[in-house]
């Protein structure tokens, strides 16, 4: 073999296995990148949801007063309150 085949294979073995862009690197990178663009999907979707509740909330005062008598577990006078627990999460 000669010494430049010899370099073109050594530097292309180096930039394979131990350069910063080795396959296994990039494989990582891209599952990474995968994840935060799901992460961001998620939170989207989130956003939207919120954005849309805060909508209803300023036009629909019913809706306020369901959404913070909910939240804040409040009650009308002589109205009673059950709240539900799924069960395995009530503290002990």
Known sequence: MSLPT?????????MIFFSDTTIV???EY??????????I???TDSLEYY????????RDP???ERV???HYNMKRPGEDI???????????
């Open 6 to 14: 010899i370099c073109v294979v050594g530097t292309l073995v180096y």
């Open 25 to 27: 690197k990039s494989m």
């Open 30 to 39: 891209r599952s990474t990148i995968d994840s935060l663009r799901n992460e």
């Open 41 to 43: 999907n998620i939170q």
């Open 51 to 58: 954005r849309q509740l805060n909508d209803r909330l300023q």
């Open 62 to 64: 019913q809706m306020l």
């Open 68 to 70: 913070v008598r909910e």
């Open 82 to 92: 059950y709240l539900f627990v799924p069960a395995g999460s009530a503290e002990k």
